[in-house]
């Protein structure tokens, strides 16, 4: 995921969501799952997996997401 600062102003939160798959194979969102994100340098994540960057500094993050005993992450790149 690459979020962009743009002349200095952070984008608005970036949202990242969980999703399951249903027994016919449908994939659907999942709520409640726990978040985190590596570089409080770079920002923060809500509860709810938005994603937010201060625009103060670029580099390479990660977010992680756990639910219901399985845990998964996804890169993020900040530009400045």
Do not use: H, M
Request: net charge negative; charged share 10%.
């Amino acid at each position: 995921v690459l979020v962009e600062v743009v002349n200095g102003t952070p984008p608005s939160a970036t949202p990242f969501t969980v999703f399951g798959t249903t027994p016919e194979g449908d994939e659907v969102p999942l709520g409640g799952a726990t978040w985190a994100f590596d570089r409080a340098d770079l920002g923060t994540i809500s509860s709810a997996g938005s994603l937010t960057v201060n625009g103060e500094l670029g580099g390479l993050a990660t977010v992680s997401a756990s639910y219901g005993g399985f845990q998964d992450t996804s890169a993020v790149t900040v530009k400045l």
